[in-house]
């Protein structure tokens, strides 16, 4: 049976240290006032008020969502049959995906507000009503063009011509490693051992533009590929695809750039425990103590906007 705890255990992730730095409030909606709102019983109101923010999706996560899924299917399906769909069949599905999303949004909102791990709410239609015409006209373009890119993309052309030569990873599923005996959650997007180049590789898809965090987390796929297979970094070829664009960014990692990670890791660990009440049980200090950000432009785009208006 599924062990109930009234707080959540402690971990770390890129994006659970990424959320804290942009606003240290989002950051306990998200990780710890959200905990339980799933449950319909024994569970505060306000849990599950704060978890169903907490699954609004704006349309730049849906989409990037929905082509990771996307790009997921293609590359399990190659490797099973040797097939791949085509340019105008993957479009196809996603648009399918998109509309989806739009259905449950207008006409499923009590079902969401009931279940909303079970329906699509979009960020935009829940706060404003709608989806701006702007928007959809750009996604709608963006569309095709990030598929062409994943299928012409140097990693999609290569893995098909080196099918047998490849041991492929599980795409996007929760791995975690120990670091400083904190349990750290790694989700890389694909990655693979190549037995002829006998390096490993992995691959980061991209939907939207460079960051200048894409280094540091890819740093930590790194990091997380050299501890489980122990291997040196110089085996190691870690890859952006920007899909958008096409363009393709390699990154050979060192010595420095795993030191530079640790301290990022423990710096950033070292702010979270400064809202932990109770550091054995995990529990979060008032809700008031975690400050919002005063850089207001973070809030445009943040599911908890709503609660901090109030």
Same mark, same amino acid.
């Given at each position: 049976?599924?062990?109930?705890?009234?707080?959540?255990?402690?971990?770390?992730?890129?994006?659970?240290?990424?959320?804290?730095?942009?606003?240290?409030?989002?950051?306990?909606?998200?990780?710890?006032?959200?905990?339980?709102?799933?449950?319909?019983?024994?569970?505060?109101?306000?849990?599950?008020?704060?978890?169903?923010?907490?699954?609004?999706?704006?349309?730049?996560?849906?989409?990037?969502?929905?082509?990771?899924?996307?790009?997921?299917?293609?590359?399990?399906?190659?490797?099973?049959?040797?097939? @791949? +769909?085509?340019?105008?069949? %993957?479009?196809?599905?996603?648009?399918? &995906?998109?509309?989806?999303?739009? *259905? #449950?949004?207008?006409?499923?909102?009590?079902?969401?507000?009931?279940?909303?791990?079970?329906?699509?709410?979009?960020?935009?239609?829940?706060?404003?009503?709608?989806?701006?015409?702007?928007?959809?006209?750009?996604?709608?373009?963006?569309?095709?063009?990030?598929?062409?890119?994943?299928?012409?993309?140097?990693?999609?052309?290569?893995? @098909? +011509?080196?099918?047998?030569? %490849?041991?492929?990873?599980?795409?996007? &599923?929760?791995?975690?490693?120990? *670091? #400083?005996?904190?349990?750290?959650?790694?989700?890389?997007?694909?990655?693979?051992?190549?037995?002829?180049?006998?390096?490993?590789?992995?691959?980061?898809?991209?939907?939207?533009?460079?960051?200048?965090?894409?280094?540091?987390?890819?740093?930590?796929?790194?990091?997380?590929?050299?501890?489980?297979?122990?291997?040196?970094?110089?085996?190691? +070829?870690?890859?952006?695809?920007?899909?958008?664009?096409?363009?393709?960014?390699?990154?050979?990692?060192?010595?420095?750039?795993?030191?530079?990670?640790?301290?990022?890791?423990?710096?950033?660990?070292?702010?979270?425990?400064?809202?932990?009440?109770?550091?054995?049980?995990?529990?979060?200090?008032?809700?008031?103590?975690?400050?919002?950000?005063?850089?207001?432009?973070?809030?445009?785009?943040?599911?908890?906007?709503?609660?901090?208006?109030?």
């Amino acid at each position: 049976m599924f062990d109930i705890k009234p707080f959540p255990t402690f971990s770390w992730s890129f994006s659970r240290y990424k959320t804290l730095a942009s606003c240290a409030r989002k950051y306990g909606y998200d990780y710890y006032f959200a905990h339980n709102g799933w449950l319909h019983h024994d569970v505060e109101p306000f849990h599950q008020y704060v978890y169903r923010l907490k699954k609004l999706q704006s349309m730049p996560l849906l989409f990037g969502q929905i082509v990771h899924h996307l790009i997921e299917q293609t590359l399990n399906e190659y490797m099973q049959t040797g097939t @791949t +769909a085509t340019q105008a069949e %993957l479009v196809q599905r996603a648009r399918g &995906q998109l509309n989806t999303a739009y *259905i #449950d949004s207008t006409r499923y909102m009590e079902q969401w507000r009931y279940k909303p791990n079970r329906f699509h709410m979009m960020q935009e239609i829940y706060y404003d009503g709608q989806l701006d015409a702007a928007l959809v006209q750009t996604y709608r373009e963006r569309l095709p063009i990030v598929v062409t890119h994943f299928l012409q993309s140097e990693t999609f052309q290569y893995i @098909t +011509a080196k099918r047998g030569s %490849l041991r492929i990873g599980e795409p996007e &599923q929760f791995r975690s490693m120990k *670091i #400083d005996d904190i349990q750290v959650f790694v989700v890389m997007d694909f990655h693979y051992y190549d037995e002829l180049a006998e390096q490993w590789v992995i691959i980061d898809w991209k939907t939207g533009g460079e960051s200048d965090d894409d280094r540091q987390q890819l740093a930590l796929y790194a990091y997380y590929i050299q501890q489980k297979y122990r291997v040196p970094l110089e085996k190691i +070829a870690v890859y952006n695809e920007y899909l958008l664009t096409g363009k393709r960014k390699k990154y050979q990692f060192t010595a420095t750039d795993m030191d530079n990670m640790l301290y990022t890791f423990r710096h950033s660990v070292l702010e979270m425990k400064k809202f932990q009440a109770d550091i054995l049980v995990n529990e979060p200090v008032d809700v008031e103590d975690f400050p919002q950000t005063v850089e207001e432009w973070h809030c445009r785009s943040c599911n908890f906007k709503e609660l901090c208006r109030r």
